[in-house]
């Protein structure tokens, strides 16, 4: 009985531990985003990350996400960028961003004068969860909590920045109806550099 105790203990402490670097990890990867394209792209280019709360993903987030793929749950993250197939940049300002893909990700950021998130702002994008797919659009909180920062070089009226949101309340996208998900906010947070301003 003591000596089942004793492991049980252990495997809750690796546990505890585990969590704790993945989670370290993934922040530290996820502050990388912001400053990656914008450093080294000299075209137009972007990357767009959405971490899930450890909280809405199996079992706390502690399965590595080659296991929860083959689980068809819902992995750590999920995003795409300029690469990504039918990848494309629609209105561009110093206000608004937008991105989309062929594979169903629709990206529209809206900003105030100072660069807070407004209610404008919304994602859709595919994710298993629950063991199935779906298409999620997903919006933060009225007011939006997150910021989208951009500006341009020297002689250029390009644009780069990044952004972070959250997304605090998701429907499906194809029915309309709210989702009792996620149970905490998720982060949509990203980079962006060389972008021509405008509509495309």
Known sequence: MKIGLIILALALLAGV??????????????????????ETS???SFEVRVVMPRSGRPLGGILPDWIVKKLDGTPSQAGFDNASPGARIGNIGNDRLALTTD?????SIE????????SGTR???????????VKLRCRPTDPGNGYLLTGTRAGDNALSGRFLVKLATCENADSGKPIEWPPAPLTLRGSFASLPPGSR
């Open 103 to 107: 594979d169903g990700w629709d990206l």
């Open 42 to 44: 000299r075209g137009p």
């Open 123 to 133: 994602l859709v994008f595919p994710l298993a969860l629950g063991g199935r797919q």
């Open 17 to 38: 531990v585990l969590v704790g670097l993945r989670t370290r990890e993934s922040d530290e990867t996820d502050e990388t985003v912001a400053a990656s394209v914008s």
């Open 111 to 118: 900003a105030d004068g100072d660069g807070r998130i407004t």
